[in-house]
């Protein structure tokens, strides 16, 4: 391919762009494995592209015309005038089966035959959960307890509830279709929250978080509690990530300035691809404070093609960034976060860390147990079925 003219991305290994004299992007393919998925500018692309490949490869190659469906590593994937649909009905109806329990015996231990199906159940849900957020907390909860050996029937049966909602709802994730004169916009959305005390907490917070792709507006559009999905920005989840926190928190701090540094470095890697594929830079961050470093007046160039937000509820970590000079009595564990916050701005990559509020959070609804009805929930089902997101 690279004989061919295709670059390897530097944000990706797997991904190859082919552009042609005057730099514009014709072409571009993610590769995984023997599999491939990617798009072409026009038919004459695609003709040229094809031509490559068959050079090289015994292909099958498909093209998904509007309103037609194909299936690309299970993923179930149409077309219509919103944008793309990723589903996976047949997966659902075909894998995902509860495990026999005994629904009044919550307290008692699972048994050994028990827990491998539980295992079992469990890596289907995680490919489940590649187009559904919304079972990220009780998923994240399973995993740990799976492997404890205090885990009981009552966890075994939050997983069963899942089955039972993700069979008859047939969970779907809609990635909408952006203007193309609208320049691009990314935001991070994290949240942390402090699991409970049983057996197998061991110091380290649920950390959550999603990485968006959207339409950048100069004007300030902030989300009405109650407000119909469809008046909300267009939003592509991108990555996203329900979890422990990477190392132990002692404090609420601690744990929502964790999560936020998780969610700007998944950021900066989509940050950077975007970049790639807009503009062709290829500058990593490394490179641009190398850079500046080399540099007596250390110039800053203006902000990236690409803007970056990062939206948390946690109000210290956005006046720790904001105020020129950190607070009394942080640790340097705390100050170093801040001070990375702080030259992510000055460098133009990051152009604001903003406030939001908790009550409305969407991935509020994976860093802690909440209801189906909660705002939190309805939040980021829309987020997931709509693609639509604003915050507060």
Same mark, same amino acid.
């Given at each position: 391919?690279?004989?061919?003219?295709?670059?390897?991305?530097s944000?990706?290994?797997c991904?190859?762009?082919?552009?042609?004299?005057?730099?514009?992007?014709?072409?571009?393919?993610?590769?995984?494995?023997?599999?491939g998925?990617?798009?072409?500018?026009?038919?004459?692309?695609?003709?040229?592209?094809?031509?490559? #490949?068959?050079?090289?490869?015994?292909?099958?190659?498909?093209?998904?015309a509007?309103?037609e469906?194909?299936i690309f590593?299970g993923?179930?994937?149409?077309e219509?005038?919103?944008? #793309?649909?990723?589903?996976?009905?047949?997966?659902?109806k075909?894998?995902?089966?509860?495990?026999?329990?005994?629904?009044?015996?919550?307290?008692?231990?699972i048994t050994?035959?028990?827990?491998?199906?539980?295992?079992?159940? *469990?890596?289907? #849900?995680?490919?489940?959960?590649?187009?559904?957020m919304?079972?990220?907390?009780?998923?994240?909860?399973?995993?740990?307890?799976v492997?404890?050996?205090?885990?009981?029937?009552?966890?075994?049966?939050?997983?069963?509830k899942?089955?039972?909602?993700?069979?008859?709802?047939?969970p779907?994730m809609? *990635?909408p279709?952006l203007?193309a004169?609208?320049?691009?916009?990314?935001?991070?959305?994290?949240?942390?929250?402090?699991?409970p005390?049983?057996?197998?907490?061991?110091?380290?917070?649920?950390?959550s978080?999603?990485v968006l792709?959207g339409?950048r507006?100069?004007?300030?559009?902030?989300?009405?509690?109650g407000?119909?999905?469809?008046?909300?920005?267009?939003?592509?989840p *991108?990555?996203?990530?329900?979890?422990l926190?990477?190392?132990?928190?002692s404090s609420?701090?601690?744990?929502?300035?964790?999560?936020a540094?998780?969610?700007?470095?998944a950021c900066?890697?989509?940050q950077?691809?975007?970049?790639?594929s #807009?503009t062709?830079?290829?500058?990593?961050?490394?490179?641009?404070?190398r850079?500046?470093?080399?540099?007596v007046?250390s110039?800053?160039?203006?902000?990236k093609?690409v803007t970056l937000?990062i939206d948390?509820?946690?109000?210290?970590?956005?006046?720790?960034?904001?105020?020129?000079?950190?607070?009394?009595?942080?640790?340097?564990?705390?100050?170093?976060?801040?001070?990375?916050?702080?030259e992510l701005?000055d460098?133009k990559?990051?152009?604001? *860390?903003r406030?939001?509020k908790?009550?409305?959070?969407?991935?509020?609804?994976?860093?802690?147990?909440?209801?189906?009805?909660s705002?939190?929930?309805?939040?980021?089902?829309?987020?997931?079925r709509?693609g639509r997101?604003?915050?507060d």
């Open positions: 391919m690279i004989k061919n003219g295709f670059a390897v991305s944000s990706d290994p991904i190859f762009s082919l552009r042609n004299k005057t730099g514009d992007l014709e072409a571009e393919l993610a590769i995984h494995v023997d599999d998925l990617g798009f072409c500018s026009n038919a004459k692309a695609e003709t040229k592209v094809r031509k490559i #490949l068959e050079q090289s490869f015994a292909l099958t190659w498909t093209s998904l509007r309103g469906k194909t590593l993923y179930e994937i149409s219509n005038d919103e944008g #793309l649909r990723l589903s996976q009905d047949a997966f659902c075909a894998k995902l089966k509860e495990v026999d329990t005994c629904k009044k015996a919550h307290n008692t231990l050994e035959e028990q827990r491998t199906q539980m295992r079992k159940l *469990i890596g289907c #849900l995680r490919w489940v959960h590649r187009v559904d919304t079972i990220g907390y009780v998923l994240s909860r399973s995993s740990s307890w492997a404890s050996p205090h885990c009981r029937v009552q966890h075994l049966n939050d997983l069963n899942i089955v039972r909602r993700c069979v008859r709802d047939l779907f809609l *990635i279709r203007d004169d609208v320049p691009l916009h990314c935001v991070g959305v994290c949240d942390a929250g402090e699991p005390e049983d057996e197998i907490f061991r110091g380290r917070w649920q950390s978080f999603v792709v339409e507006y100069d004007h300030t559009v902030a989300y009405v509690a407000q119909d999905p469809l008046l909300q920005k267009r939003a592509c *991108i990555i996203w990530h329900f979890g926190t990477r190392r132990v928190s609420s701090f601690d744990g929502e300035t964790l999560t540094v998780e969610c700007a470095d900066l890697a989509v950077a691809h975007l970049e790639e #807009l062709g830079d290829v500058e990593t961050l490394l490179d641009r404070r850079r500046d470093l080399k540099t007046a110039p800053r160039t203006g902000m093609t937000d948390t509820d946690c109000n210290d970590l956005v006046t720790g960034v904001v105020n020129l000079v950190p607070l009394k009595g942080w640790s340097k564990r705390r100050k170093t976060d801040i001070f990375d916050f702080k701005i460098l990559y990051l152009r604001r *860390i406030k939001i908790g009550p409305t959070n969407p991935v509020d609804a994976c860093s802690k147990r909440v209801t189906w009805t705002v939190t929930m309805k939040r980021l089902v829309e987020l997931n709509f997101y604003t915050s």
